[in-house]
């Protein structure tokens, strides 16, 4: 007994040691911003990352403001018919998503995210800019007329067209490729191995959906009614203003970021993978996972920071690490690979089905800012007799409540929890994305029993509900978005893909998009089957809501979203289980 003890206080020593170690390694891997080593004591931590913060919280709310009232502006000054207007809205929104795995790019291959967010902050402030110009001068926009009455209402067309498109993609451009950037250069500021840096980085992650809660709050209430009230040209300008402060937030911080490396191509090491693989597909990989190439998990050896261990997963990629060649000839890296390459590429195949599981997430999102906005505009929207709730405005429900609740969250719930699971994040990520998801189905239980109630009410009684009846399903919502939307970017971010941080983040990114679209996919499928005669258009095919049954739509969503959440709980279950070293089994069998 007293020798397994001494061996167990050598095995803690030698972790303590090997930690501390990694972090001496990670900080020579990170720079300051003149290119030489960080210093520990100078560079990074929450002090650097607030200087994010800041940036992030201004172009949320830049940028919120313009896609917000885009429609509106786009219909009523540049005179777009209504299919043309919401085809520019959602490629515009679509294409931010597209240009967020742009920007993951650059940053990790070629600039840096520092320099990615500053070169690309620029191009989205020329934008507003640029809309900002365009909405105050008369030169530039079709002659004023009213499209609800006159029904000649000249269209934008060639140059005056160009340069509204020029703005909104410059804004695209920008905003896109600033996004995940902003998540992954205030992360870069924490280092991974030491202890009280890990907490930190998951305190940083409820920073950052604070901040984003924050922008998105003030952009649907304060600028919106700047827009409505002083012009689009002035509520443009104040974009611009907002993402001129967050540049200026940016660049105050300089001196106390640590920055990472770029590693120049991150997609050759993936390739090079898959193609040694398949060349040796008819080899047999050894049993002993120690005998691939570039395995360096050997007991009492110092593990660099940089090195992955071997996990069984997806053992057919195993094959691209078995050297064949005895002699002291070097192979092409295209036929011999490392274990640590292999394994980054083995965790991108497996964040497929996390990030699969949160598409039907945002799929819901998308609900709450299309037919639930519809919803409230159905219903009694009066406060007093001068004041009326804006539908749009509806938005805002769920970030009142977080800029409460973050705080709360991270304040007392990750101690409590960090206490019982003993987990640096308090409720591990993939653990806090399976709780959002569960929690999403009851803002559609919610809705659905809500839209009952509110068409019987219309139709059977004549009565028009209060508006704030639809509250609770954007509340469950944003409690739900709180827990999947900060649990997937610290999830993804901590995956050991070393190198590759902002492209990871886009791909979160992503997720909203490919959520929208299937939306969309979603309402004509539903529309196209239960259209069940030639006058029936189905359940959302009427265009009033009186007449159609968004409630059974809702209560799909519901049932699309349960099976979602058990899908999540097989594959987050397999991902934990597939991401266990075997190798450390074998070594501690043999000190047994």
Not at 287 to 312: E, K, Q
Not at 452 to 462: A, F, T
Request: charged share 15%.
């Amino acid at each position: 007994m007293a020798k397994i003890n001494k061996q167990s206080s050598k095995w803690e020593q030698e972790e303590v040691s090997n930690e501390m170690n990694n972090w001496e390694l990670a900080e020579e891997e990170s720079v300051d911003w003149r290119g030489r080593p960080s210093n520990p004591n100078k560079h990074g931590g929450m002090r650097a990352a607030l200087f994010v913060l800041g940036l992030q919280a201004f172009e949320i709310m830049g940028i919120a403001a313009v896609g917000n009232n885009l429609i509106t502006y786009v219909i009523n000054e540049m005179h777009f018919p209504l299919s043309k207007a919401a085809n520019i809205v959602t490629n515009f929104v679509g294409t931010i998503f597209i240009f967020a795995l742009l920007g993951g790019y650059l940053s990790d291959a070629f600039l840096g995210s520092f320099w990615t967010i500053l070169i690309f902050g620029f191009v989205e402030l020329s934008g507003f800019i640029l809309l900002s110009v365009q909405a105050h001068l008369p030169q530039l926009k079709p002659p004023k007329c009213n499209p609800l009455i006159d029904q000649t209402c000249e269209e934008a067309k060639g140059f005056k067209a160009m340069i509204f498109f020029m703005a909104l993609y410059l804004v695209a451009l920008g905003s896109g490729c600033v996004k995940p950037n902003m998540i992954a250069h205030g992360a870069d500021q924490f280092s991974h191995s030491h202890p009280k840096q890990s907490k930190r980085l998951s305190s940083y992650f409820n920073a950052a959906y604070f901040a984003f809660s924050m922008g998105e709050l003030i952009a649907l209430t304060l600028l919106v009614w700047v827009q409505t009230h002083s012009g689009m040209d002035v509520g443009f300008g104040v974009s611009a203003a907002a993402m001129t402060l967050g540049l200026i937030s940016l660049v105050s911080g300089t001196m106390y970021f640590r920055n990472k490396r770029p590693r120049r191509s991150i997609f050759t090491p993936i390739a090079q993978v898959v193609v040694a693989a398949i060349l040796k597909r008819k080899l047999v990989s050894p049993s002993d996972p120690r005998m691939l190439h570039g395995d360096h998990h050997v007991a009492n050896d110092v593990v660099p920071s940089s090195t992955l261990p071997h996990t069984p997963r997806f053992r057919f990629l195993d094959k691209a690490c078995i050297k064949i060649q005895e002699t002291n000839t070097k192979e092409s890296p295209w036929r011999l690979c490392t274990v640590t390459q292999v394994e980054q590429v083995k965790t991108l195949i497996s964040l497929v089905p996390i990030f699969a599981s949160t598409i039907v997430f945002n799929t819901i999102l998308a609900q709450l800012q299309t037919f639930s906005v519809q919803q409230g505009s159905s219903m009694n929207t009066r406060l007093s007799n001068s004041f009326h709730i804006p539908p749009a405005s509806l938005q805002a429900i769920p970030y009142i409540l977080l800029i409460f609740l973050v705080p709360l969250y991270d304040s007392l719930l990750v101690p409590f929890a960090r206490k019982l699971t003993g987990h640096n994040s308090g409720i591990p990520p993939l653990t806090r994305i399976g709780v959002g998801l569960f929690l999403s189905t009851f803002s559609m239980v919610s809705a659905a029993m809500l839209e009952k109630k509110r068409r019987d009410s219309s139709v059977l009684d004549g009565r028009i509900l209060s508006i704030f009846w639809i509250t609770p399903q954007f509340l469950i919502f944003g409690v739900s978005e709180m827990f999947t939307a900060v649990g997937l970017i610290e999830f993804f971010y901590k995956q050991s893909a070393k190198g590759m941080e902002s492209f990871l983040m886009a791909l979160t990114y992503c997720s909203y998009s490919f959520g929208f679209y299937f939306s969309s996919v979603l309402v004509s499928v539903v529309n196209k089957i239960t259209s069940t005669s030639v006058d029936s258009k189905g359940w959302l095919g009427e265009n009033d809501l009186n007449k159609d049954r968004l409630d059974l739509f809702y209560w799909l969503l519901a049932v699309l979203s349960l099976l979602n959440f058990l899908s999540y709980l097989f594959w987050s279950r397999w991902n934990i289980k597939s991401s266990r070293s075997n190798t450390t089994n074998v070594v501690g069998d043999e000190n047994i």
